[in-house]
């Protein structure tokens, strides 16, 4: 009922800037959540940033100052911006809706920090 498609992962150096962007489609409601997770190899898939549809925002301490998660209602689109990257964001990213408890999940783009 609803589809993410992400875009705009890659490879990257240290220290350098990524913009992630996932478009939703389908049954979209006026009030939901999105946001983006990312899950290393190994390890648990973790929170990195929410928004709500009326603006707030949320993050994780670990990117706190560094990743900025903003949206577009007229695409229905969210975007992460993502800056002074390091080895240890290297993951694969996940855009997630939620509406009243209902999640959708994207496939997944792959972020790759290495020089």
């Known amino acids: 009922q609803v589809q993410l498609v992400e875009s705009g992962g890659g490879l990257v150096q240290p220290g350098g800037s990524l913009r992630l962007s996932c478009a939703a489609s389908?049954?979209?409601?006026?009030?939901?959540?999105m946001g983006w997770y990312r899950q290393a190899p190994g390890k648990q898939r973790e929170f990195l940033a929410g928004?709500?549809?009326?603006?707030?925002?949320n993050y994780a301490d670990s990117v706190k100052g560094r990743f900025t998660i903003s949206r577009d209602g007229a695409k229905n689109s969210v975007y992460l911006q993502m800056n002074s990257l390091k080895p240890e964001d290297t993951a694969v990213y996940y855009c997630?809706?939620?509406?009243?408890?209902?999640?959708?999940w994207g496939q997944g783009t792959q972020v790759t920090v290495s020089s």
């Open positions: 389908g049954s979209i409601s006026s009030i939901y959540v």
């Open positions: 997630k809706y939620d509406q009243f408890g209902l999640n959708y």
């Open positions: 928004i709500t549809s009326f603006g707030k925002t």
